[in-house]
C-alpha cells in the first residue's frame, strides 16, 4: 500500500470568507489532524489567478499573505502539512506543457466547469490560452506530489476526471509513472455551496455578500443580521420556509448542538428550531440573533490566531519559503523521473552516448 497523499489549495485573489472555510478549509484542517494521510501540500495558487487577473498583479501581490494568514488561522499547522506558493515551483509549469501534448483543444473546450468559468467571465471568443488551459496545469499541480486524493467540490469533478485522463494516456505512452488521484467530495451537504448573505449563489467580494474569516464581531453581527430569509414570512405568527432561507442553510453549515444548551436553551437541536419556523410563531430576528452567536462562537478563535500571526509575519513568510523549498524538491523528483520516462533526460543517461553508438554502428 502506497502512500496517501492530498494535494489542495486556493486562489490568491482575496481574503478567504466563510464559504472557503466550510467549503474546504475546515475539511483540510480535519483531515490534517485525522492521521490518515502521510502529506498534505496545500497550495496558493498564484499562477493559476493570474490566467484572468493578468493585467491585475497587484490582486495577487497583495493576496498572497492573506490567504496565508487565512490558512494558519484556520487550523493548518506547518508541521503537519506544507504550505507553498505555486509559482515558486518552475517545474509544475514544465510538467505543464508537456502534458499540452496529450490533450486536445476540443476536450478542453468541453470540459463544463472550463465553460461555465468562461461565461461567468465573458470571455466569449477572446478566451486567454491559459485559462482554457487550466485543467492541464491543474493537472501538473497534483501529479507533481503524486497526490492520491484531491479535496474538492462537486463542481470540480470534471477538472479532476480530465487529470484522471491526462495521467492515464501519460502512463499508457511512457509506462507506469504518475499516480491517479481520487476525488473527496465533502460529507456535509450545506457545506458544498454556501450562499452569499444575499441569497445570491456565490458569494463574491464585489457584490458585499461575504462574511470574511477576519471580519470583527460588528461586522458579523451586521451581516448576519440583514441576511436574506424566507420573503413571504412577514408577521411572526406566519409559517415560514426553510429551504431557501440563507439563515438556515447557514445554522446547516455551522451550527453544533452544545450551542443550543448556550445561546437558545428553548429548542432541543435544530429540528425543533426549524419546525417552530415551519409552522409559525417564531420570528427571523430571534433565529437571527441565534446564528449570530453561533457566527461569533465559530470564527473568534480564527480572528485572534488571525491577529496574533499578523504580528509575527516573519513567521508566515518563513513557513511558506520553507514549505515552498520542499514542495519544489518533490516535484523536481516527479518531474526527473517524468523525463526520464520520457527519454529526454539526456545528461542523467549513463546509457544514452553508448545506446547512439551502437544505434549508428560507432566504435
Known sequence: MGEKIILTGDRPTGKLHIGHYVGSLR??????NSGEYDKIYIMIA????????????????????QVALDDLAAGLDPKKMTLFIQSEVPELTEMTFYFMNLVTLSRLERNPTVKNEIQL???????????????????????AFKAT?????????????????????????????????????????????????????????????????????????????????????????????????????????????????EFLPDYQNLDELKAHYQRGGLGDVKVKRFLNDVMQETLRPIRERREDLAKNLDYVFQVLKEGTETARQVA?????E??????????????????????????
Not at 27 to 32: D, G, I, Y
Not at 332 to 336: I, P, S
Open 149 to 261: 486524493t484531491v479535496p474538492v467540490g462537486e463542481d470540480q469533478e470534471p477538472m479532476l476526471e480530465q487529470a484522471r485522463e491526462i495521467v492515464r494516456r501519460f502512463n499508457m505512452i511512457y509506462g507506469e509513472t504518475l499516480v491517479e488521484p481520487e476525488i473527496l467530495l465533502s460529507k456535509n451537504k450545506a457545506s458544498m455551496r454556501l450562499p452569499g448573505t444575499d441569497g445570491k449563489n456565490k458569494m463574491s467580494k464585489s457584490i458585499g455578500n461575504c462574511i470574511y474569516l477576519a471580519d470583527d464581531p460588528d461586522t458579523i453581527r451586521e451581516k448576519v443580521m440583514s441576511m436574506y430569509t424566507d420573503p413571504d414570512h412577514l408577521r411572526v405568527e406566519d409559517p415560514g420556509k426553510i429551504e431557501g432561507n440563507t439563515v438556515f442553510t447557514y445554522l446547516d453549515a455551522f451550527c453544533k448542538p452544545e450551542y443550543f444548551q
Open 46 to 65: 498564484d499562477s493559476q489567478a493570474l490566467t484572468d487577473n493578468f493585467d491585475n498583479p497587484a490582486k495577487i501581490h497583495d493576496n498572497l499573505l
Open 27 to 32: 475539511n483540510r484542517v480535519e483531515l490534517q
Open 121 to 143: 467571465r465573458g470571455f466569449n471568443n477572446s478566451i486567454p490560452v491559459g485559462f482554457l488551459n487550466y485543467p492541464v496545469s491543474q493537472t501538473s499541480d497534483i501529479v
Open 338 to 363: 517524468m523525463k526520464t520516462a520520457m527519454k529526454i533526460n539526456y545528461f542523467k543517461d549513463a546509457d544514452f552516448l553508448d545506446d547512439f553508438r551502437e544505434k549508428n554502428h560507432l566504435k
Open 332 to 336: 523536481a523528483q516527479t518531474m526527473d
